[in-house]
């Protein structure tokens, strides 16, 4: 049998840049993204430099021995005085995870902890107070779009990250040329497959649509509808899936509570705490209002997308072509969202609508200056300023702003606010 590709993860490099620090490093994202394939490639990194320990803890053995006794289990595995490395998998199912972690972080000083997990609120809650200063967090989701090209062909994967830089350093204020692309039609097809299929590792190596959609059933009859409801001590499952489905049938739109409730027949601190658990175990991602003028912005409610379209577009049984959907430009803004979080990871990330409805979709703050985003994905015979984003612009004068196309590039100046025409595929 032919040896499945491992597609390097762009959070990897980051890791390894911390490697030799004490750290506890707490690896946080949703099922299936590709965490303990990660773990086995910096297991593979580690190896010359001393022992590597693999635990998984989903193996109930495991999870049994250590809970009993976790010192004398870890004591264990260690001879010697090399450097031990302790890579542990599903760490999100050890009772009282920070307890445990600082007493082995305390006792084993030669030891290096690296864990992973499937929900923000157990990495993140159970083990933030027990271990302040003691511990950093990275996030890995689904492929981003370049990783999503390096798994199927290297050669768009380096002319997107060629591309792409154009566009970080521009929003980082630096000069940029543009000029006629002659690449950016060998993209859309793939883009397209992205935006409908999603980033999944397994979805995106599997090798028809049949086998993908089986495979995005798997996550949400796993992870979706079963580890989350167990999360959730969930007694109404249907009450929970109809919620779901509502909140994906409405990525791109401000957050009515009202509507949902009504829709789902749920009441509001039900369904107010439904979204905060699907938002820490990354199946949803809300983004606030920008707002200095709480008289004439929004300043809110927010916006829904989903960490994967792809398993967004499972729960509303939908994967037809982007030309033959109603929903492609949500769907759209939904994949630049997520591709602006990749880009600039920890920064806030915000729309901005005034009570007059003029709006642009995202606003994002590089070195903490605002620059509006705003997406247009169709063909423009010339780049053209909507009255929305002349109407941020006049507001806050940034430097720079973003329209994002299918397949323009251009610039234009609008008073002092140079404005980059983009097209979706590098970001």
């Known amino acids: 049998m032919e040896k499945q590709k491992i597609i390097p993860r762009e959070l990897l490099p980051k890791l390894e840049k911390w490697l030799n620090r004490r750290e506890i490093f707490a690896i946080k994202g949703p099922r299936q993204s590709g965490k303990t394939t990660l773990l086995k490639l910096l297991g593979e990194r580690l190896a010359g430099e001393g022992r590597v320990v693999f635990l998984n803890f989903e193996d109930p053995d495991t999870l049994e021995a250590f809970e009993r006794d976790p010192k004398g289990y870890l004591r264990s595995f260690i001879s010697g005085s ?10 999100h199912y050890v009772r009282d995870l920070g307890k445990k972690l600082k007493l082995l972080y305390d006792t084993f000083e030669q030891a290096k902890f690296i864990v992973t997990g499937s929900s923000s609120l157990e990495l993140g809650g159970g083990m933030g107070r027990f271990l302040v ?12 779009f370049r990783e999503f ?54 979805v995106v190596t599997a090798e028809d649509a049949e086998t993908r ?13 079963r580890d989350v409801v167990e999360f959730l001590k969930f007694t109404d499952t249907l009450k929970y899936r109809s919620a779901v489905r509502a909140l994906a049938a409405s990525i791109g739109g401000l957050l009515n509570y009202g509507e949902l409730c009504s ?52 729960l509303i049984n939908n ?18 969202m997520l591709e602006l979080m990749r880009m600039f990871p920890g920064e806030p990330l915000n729309y901005w609508r005034t009570i007059a409805k003029a709006e642009v979709d995202f606003v994002i703050r590089p070195e903490g200056v605002p620059v509006p985003v705003e997406v247009k994905y169709r063909r423009l015979e010339k780049p053209k300023v909507s009255r929305s984003l002349r109407s941020f612009i006049e507001s806050y004068r940034p430097k720079r702003a973003l329209v994002v196309t299918r397949d323009t590039w251009d610039r234009v100046e609008v008073g002092e606010t140079e404005v980059l025409f983009a097209p979706a595929c590098y970001l």
């Not at 994967?319 to 630049?336: I, K, T, Y």
């Open 133 to 144: 200063g003691r511990v950093f967090f990275f996030e890995l989701l689904p492929f981003s």
């Open 82 to 91: 090399e450097r031990h490395y302790f890579l542990m998998d599903e760490y």
């Open 213 to 225: 959609r089986m495979i995005l059933k798997g996550i949400y009859d796993t992870y979706l509808s």
């Open 319 to 336: 994967f037809n072509p982007m030309e033959a959907r109603p929903d492609s430009g949500p769907m759209v803004e939904n994949f630049v």
């Open 263 to 314: 829709a789902t027949q749920s009441y509001f601190k039900e369904l107010k705490r439904m979204i905060s658990i699907l938002s820490e175990t990354y199946i949803l991602s809300l983004v606030r209002p920008f707002f200095t003028n709480p008289r004439t912005e929004l300043r809110k409610t927010p916006k829904v997308y989903f960490l994967d379209l792809g398993l967004r577009n499972y």
């Open 149 to 202: 090209l390096r798994a199927r062909d290297e050669r768009l994967a380096r002319i997107h990250e060629q591309k792409s830089g154009l566009i970080s350093d521009f929003l980082a204020g630096k000069g940029v040329e543009v000029g006629e692309d002659v690449f950016v039609g060998e993209f859309q097809a793939l883009l397209q497959e992205y935006l409908i299929y999603g980033g999944y590792p397994a």
